[in-house]
């Protein structure tokens, strides 16, 4: 089967090319197109079956269908379009609106993802496109979403109750996987903590979005209560000011990024992995912080939230509230240990090879009809 993949969030991150590389060991023959405005913004090196088109400007993102028009015609002019049997479309509103023109143009059926840019910025912001969403969703085959909070957001927010029924029927929760690194090297025993020391972890981008200041807040609640905690930062800065903030409390830590080996020794001498971000797709290292056998603190109403009933790996937390990230963090601490049996087993949820098994029984069913 042939499919041709649009995803315009592709070379800024390895998760899709991990993705499509177990598409390609199931006998796929995958294609990917990846619009964008710069190709040096990539952080991977595209296999040989990714076509990054630099096909559109910068500022052309402030005018939609300016912008779409212009990633359409890079994929016509460069792609044979007939030739596949399905398009997989990586995001709603920018690839998805781009695979139903072309699904409607060539008569081949498409499936589209739900993303967090698609409820935070698209339809948040955007009321005027707020039909179109709906509609790519109603002229779909299959619609994926990365949790039940992000579908149950999109539900009760943007989609009129009367398509409830016939959108729901055809969509599916599927969760990003993680690299087959972190399964190659799990803990081999569990992790033994000091109550009263605890030690906390944060690991990725350093933002205003990933709300590190609440948890910093929360730590100094938990002292106030006898528990001496720390918390080790490490990431990519992305905003200077926040980052000057996190760094002024004395009971952080701030590391730069590092590669997967030396975050093996990070996660396995912390005891709970805290992110409280504002918003989130679904947050990979909760997965990878899980499969080094720690705990998690997760959003409440974000993605990785109703991944797995509340604590079965950890807890969620209303974001602004430091009383809740705090009394959240002490949840984990009384239940650490049954908790922790738990962790590393539920992290293999997230395998690829286990992910695009399910991709693989939905293509099969919808090019079938």
Not at 137 to 164: H, T
Request: glycine share 4%; aromatic share 14%.
């Amino acid at each position: 089967m042939r499919i041709f993949h649009i995803n315009c969030n592709y070379i800024g991150t390895t998760l899709h090319q991990l993705m499509i590389e177990n598409l390609d060991i199931l006998g796929y023959d995958n294609q990917v197109f990846v619009p964008t405005y710069d190709k040096n913004l990539a952080v991977i090196e595209p296999n040989a079956n990714v076509f990054v088109c630099e096909c559109f400007r910068k500022w052309d993102r402030l005018f939609f269908d300016c912008k779409q028009k212009k990633i359409r015609n890079g994929i016509e002019t460069n792609i044979d379009i007939p030739c596949f049997d399905l398009i997989h479309a990586y995001t709603l509103f920018t690839d998805g609106n781009c695979a139903r023109k072309l699904a409607k143009k060539f008569a081949i059926p498409y499936v589209v993802a739900v993303r967090n840019t698609d409820v935070n910025d698209f339809f948040r912001l955007m009321p005027h496109l707020h039909i179109r969403g709906v509609q790519i969703m109603r002229d779909a085959s299959a619609v994926f979403f990365l949790s039940e909070a992000y579908r149950k957001q999109v539900f009760e927010k943007y989609i009129p109750k009367a398509y409830w029924a016939e959108i729901r029927k055809k969509t599916f929760i599927i969760p990003n996987g993680i690299d087959e690194f972190w399964f190659e090297n799990t803990p081999i025993k569990d992790k033994v903590i000091n109550k009263k020391a605890v030690k906390l972890v944060y690991v990725g981008r350093i933002d205003k979005n990933k709300n590190i200041p609440t948890t910093q807040k929360a730590m100094a609640i938990l002292r106030k209560q006898g528990y001496e905690t720390t918390l080790l930062v490490v990431g990519k800065v992305q905003d200077e000011k926040e980052f000057r903030i996190i760094k002024k409390d004395f009971f952080t830590k701030c590391y730069p990024e590092m590669p997967k080996d030396k975050l093996l020794d990070i996660y396995r001498d912390s005891d709970i992995f805290v992110m409280p971000s504002f918003t989130e797709s679904f947050g990979l290292v909760y997965a990878e912080a899980m499969s080094q056998g720690i705990p998690v603190i997760y959003a409440k109403g974000q993605g990785f939230d109703e991944q797995f009933d509340e604590g079965v790996v950890g807890y969620h937390v209303v974001v602004d509230c430091p009383n809740e990230v705090a009394a959240g963090i002490k949840r984990v601490i009384d239940n650490y240990y049954d908790i922790q049996k738990n962790v590393v087993s539920s992290a293999r949820e997230f395998s690829w090879a286990k992910i695009v098994r399910k991709y693989d029984q939905i293509y099969k069913k919808v090019v079938s009809k």
